[in-house]
C-alpha cells in the first residue's frame, strides 16, 4: 500500500512493530519515489502508543489525509475448543482494536479539516466462516461492521471509509 501511494507522489508515515524493518522500508520508499516517508514504530495493540505517535505528528504538524488499517494476523487454524486465549487477544486486539485505536486517533484531525479517507483492510473471512476461522472470522467480521457503522456516524462529512477484502 505504501508502494503505491508514494507511487502517486504521496508523502508517508509508516509504521510497525518491527522498527529495523520499518526504517529499511522507509529508506526505500522515499529514495524509489522521491517522496517523504516517515517511519514510527508502533504496535496498534497498544493505544498509549498510538496516542503517542498522534501526539507526535500533531507537534510536527503532520495531517493524516488517508489511512490504511492493514494491521491483521490470524495465529491459528484451532477448532475453539483447542484454541489458546492467548492466541484470540493478540488476534482481537490487533484485528479490531487496532482498526479502532488508529481510527479514533485519525478522525479529529479529519473532521477538523472535513476531508480524509479511512481504508480497512478486512478479508473474505469478514463475509463467510470456515472451519477453524472462529476467531479470524470474528475479527474480520467486527472490520466489517466497524467500517459500515463508521460510514454512518460520518454521514454529513466528506469523509470516506472503505473496506478492502482479499
Known amino acids: 500500500c505504501a508502494a503505491q501511494f508514494a507511487a502517486l507522489g504521496a508523502d508517508l508515515v509508516i509504521t510497525a512493530r518491527r522498527e529495523d524493518r520499518l526504517k529499511?522500508?522507509?529508506?526505500?520508499?522515499?529514495?524509489?519515489?522521491?517522496?517523504?516517508?516517515?517511519?514510527?514504530?508502533?504496535?496498534?495493540?497498544?493505544?498509549?502508543?498510538?496516542?503517542?505517535?498522534?501526539?507526535?505528528?500533531?507537534?510536527?504538524?503532520?495531517?493524516?489525509?488517508?489511512?490504511?488499517?492493514?494491521?491483521?494476523?490470524?495465529?491459528?487454524?484451532?477448532?475453539?475448543?483447542?484454541?489458546?486465549?492467548?492466541?484470540?487477544?493478540?488476534?482481537?486486539?490487533?484485528?479490531?482494536?487496532?482498526?479502532?485505536?488508529?481510527?479514533?486517533?485519525?478522525?479529529?484531525?479529519?473532521?477538523?479539516?472535513?476531508?480524509?479517507?479511512?481504508?480497512?483492510i478486512g478479508s473474505i473471512a469478514g463475509h463467510g466462516f470456515y472451519t477453524a476461522g472462529n476467531v479470524y472470522c470474528a475479527t474480520k467480521h467486527a472490520v466489517r461492521a466497524i467500517s459500515q457503522s463508521l460510514r454512518l456516524d460520518l454521514l454529513g462529512t466528506a469523509i470516506r471509509v472503505s473496506e478492502i477484502d482479499p
Open 24 to 120: 529499511i522500508a522507509a529508506k526505500e520508499i522515499a529514495s524509489r519515489y522521491g517522496v517523504k516517508c516517515l517511519p514510527m514504530p508502533l504496535d496498534v495493540q497498544k493505544n498509549d502508543e498510538v496516542e503517542l505517535v498522534f501526539q507526535k505528528l500533531e507537534t510536527e504538524h503532520l495531517e493524516i489525509d488517508v489511512l490504511v488499517n492493514n494491521a491483521g494476523l490470524a495465529l491459528t487454524l484451532d477448532k475453539l475448543q483447542d484454541g489458546k486465549t492467548s492466541n484470540w487477544d493478540i488476534m482481537i486486539d490487533t484485528n479490531i482494536k487496532g482498526v479502532l485505536y488508529l481510527s479514533k486517533a485519525v478522525l479529529p484531525g479529519m473532521i477538523k479539516r472535513n476531508q480524509g479517507h479511512i481504508i480497512n
